[in-house]
């Protein structure tokens, strides 16, 4: 009778385990909800919600995704990495070489999301996977959320 109880169970332990490593990272759907509500706060209040982006507070972190902008001037204004605050998100290279930056910063419009395509490596970790990016621009701030395929 045990060991028919632990075959019935079985399954259910392993799907559990499979919600659970699967909610450990973002969605698009939710790097895209984070944008919106993003812009939103931009909106209201730019210099509040810079210093919130740069927390991850009020819910602008959330596991593996971040909002990240650039100023007029190609530098970042938000990023949860207080080492890339200032520095030059313009002439950002993906992992792989390419000019991240440049892309993010020719393909945002106001009101639209683009997607931007590069290789970087996930919190944590050493290995270097694809992400996408929604990129949009409100104001004079080129923001972004990326999320790991």
């Known amino acids: ?27 698009p759907e939710e790097a895209k909800a984070m944008l ?7 909106k209201e209040d730019k210099s509040k919600a810079l210093e919130m982006f740069n927390e991850r507070a009020e819910g602008f972190g959330d ?12 530098n970042f204004t938000a990023h949860y990495n ?18 991240l930056g440049e892309e993010i910063y020719s393909v945002a419009e106001p009101g639209k999301f683009a997607e931007v395509e590069y290789k970087w490596t996930r919190p944590g970790s050493e290995e270097v996977i694809d992400k996408i990016a929604y990129v949009t621009k409100e104001g004079d701030e080129i923001c ?4 790991y395929k």
């Open 1 to 27: 009778m045990r060991k028919f109880l632990l075959a019935l169970a079985l399954p259910f332990v392993l799907i559990a385990g499979v919600a659970n490593a699967a909610s450990d990272y973002g969605t």
């Open 36 to 42: 919106e509500k993003a812009v939103a706060a931009l």
């Open 63 to 74: 596991r593996d995704l971040y909002v990240y902008c650039g100023g007029a001037d190609g």
């Open 82 to 99: 207080e080492k890339l605050r200032g520095a030059s998100l313009k002439n950002l290279k993906d992992k792989a070489g390419n000019a």
């Open 144 to 147: 972004a959320v990326g999320y």
